[in-house]
Each structure stands twice: as structure tokens, then as C-alpha cells.
């Protein structure tokens, strides 16, 4: 038969797809818990990562694949199943943070994504002085870290930090003093020098 005599046959003549299989208990089972439980596991999954979605549909996905591993376990009898998903889905959600922590994403610089700069250079130094003055903030206590934050970066009075951070101006001071000898120190030890 030929292609237009093909489009043009009656739809009564058109060959039916097979009808497909019969589900189990099983898989029904979990189509009937996904369309249940996926829309509420979405927003939840989506707060616990901050809002992204894509990240949020991932955890779902995997949290899905979980689920369908352990469909024999996932009944009334056994306790509830939106607590299993939710739990299943913060745990994802962990392992995956924990692992982004541990190996942050690698981005390949193209030609264009670094601007020459007036003087030539494309600011490499500048960043790397970022990265170490990161590094360096990171190894003090949190406290001194806020202190230095408000007195040096904010360019604040001990007065006005002390009135941003709610603690006295004394320890404002006393915070700022060993912040400053520790990073001192540490610069020290690490061979790093005014230049």
C-alpha cells in the first residue's frame, strides 16, 4: 500500500497499538504512590534545597528509584509512607550536599569569559588574593571572623559593629585584637608575607 493510501484509510482501519501488558500488584502499587506522594515530596524537596528545582527533581527521582526498590516494604502495615519518602528524600538530600562539598563543580574558563583588564592583566591576582584572604577568614573562630567582617570589610566603627553584631564595644575590640594575631599567625605559618 502506498504512503498517501495509508494517511488517507479510515481510522477504523489504522492498526491499533498492542494493548499493553497487565501491571502487577507491584508496579501499580508504586504508579498509585507517585502520583500520590510526588507533588507535596517536590515542595518539600524543593525547601530543603534552597529552592532549586532542578536539584529538588533529582532527589525526588532518586528517592523514587529508592522507593521502588523497597515496593514490598512500602505499605500501611509498615508504617507510613509519606514519613519513608520524606526521610529517604532528606537523606538524599544530604549525600548530596556532602558530596558537592567535597568536590566542588569544575567549570572550564573559555577566552571570553576573562576580560583583559586596562592595565592587561585579566585579574588573576586579585582573585587568588580572594581566595587566600577566604581561606585565612575561615581558619578563625566565627565570632572574630563577624568582627573583622563589620570593622574591615563593612568599613564600621567598633561603635557601629558592636551595634550591628549586639555585643559591647569591649569585645568588639578584644575579638578584633586576637582575630588580627591569629590571622598574623597563620599567615606565618604558611609563608605568606606583606608584598
Same mark, same amino acid.
Given at each position: ?13 489504522? #492498526? ?25 515530596? &517536590? ?21 523514587? =528509584? ?9 505499605? #500501611? ?14 537523606? /538524599? ?7 558537592? +562539598? ?15 583588564? +586596562? ?9 587568588? =588574593?580572594?581566595? /587566600? ?13 563577624? /568582627? ?16 550591628? &553584631?549586639?555585643? #559591647? ?22 609563608? &605568606?608575607?606583606?608584598?
Amino acid at each position: 500500500m502506498s504512503q498517501t493510501a495509508e494517511l488517507t484509510r479510515p481510522a477504523s482501519t489504522v #492498526p491499533q497499538a498492542v494493548p499493553a501488558t497487565p501491571r502487577s500488584e507491584q508496579e501499580q502499587r508504586f504508579i498509585d504512590i507517585v502520583r500520590t506522594h510526588r507533588p507535596a515530596l &517536590l515542595a518539600f524537596t524543593t525547601r530543603l534545597v534552597g529552592g532549586d528545582i532542578g536539584r529538588a527533581e533529582d532527589i525526588v527521582q532518586e528517592t523514587f =528509584v529508592r522507593a521502588w526498590r523497597r515496593i514490598d516494604m512500602l505499605t #500501611p502495615e509498615h508504617g507510613s509512607v509519606n514519613s519513608w519518602l520524606r526521610r529517604v528524600a532528606s537523606n /538524599v538530600a544530604i549525600d548530596s550536599h556532602r558530596m558537592r +562539598q567535597v568536590r566542588p563543580s569544575e567549570v572550564e574558563l573559555q577566552h571570553h569569559d576573562t576580560p583583559m583588564r +586596562q592595565d592587561g592583566t585579566d585579574g588573576t591576582d586579585q582573585i587568588l =588574593v580572594g581566595m /587566600v584572604v577566604r581561606d585565612m577568614l575561615s581558619s578563625i573562630w566565627p565570632e572574630h571572623r563577624a /568582627v573583622l567582617e563589620e570593622v574591615y570589610l563593612k568599613d564600621r566603627t567598633a561603635a557601629e559593629a558592636a551595634a550591628v &553584631l549586639g555585643i #559591647p564595644v569591649g569585645t568588639v575590640k578584644s575579638r578584633l585584637f586576637y582575630a588580627l594575631r591569629t590571622l598574623r599567625g597563620n599567615a606565618l605559618e604558611s609563608g &605568606l608575607r606583606a608584598g
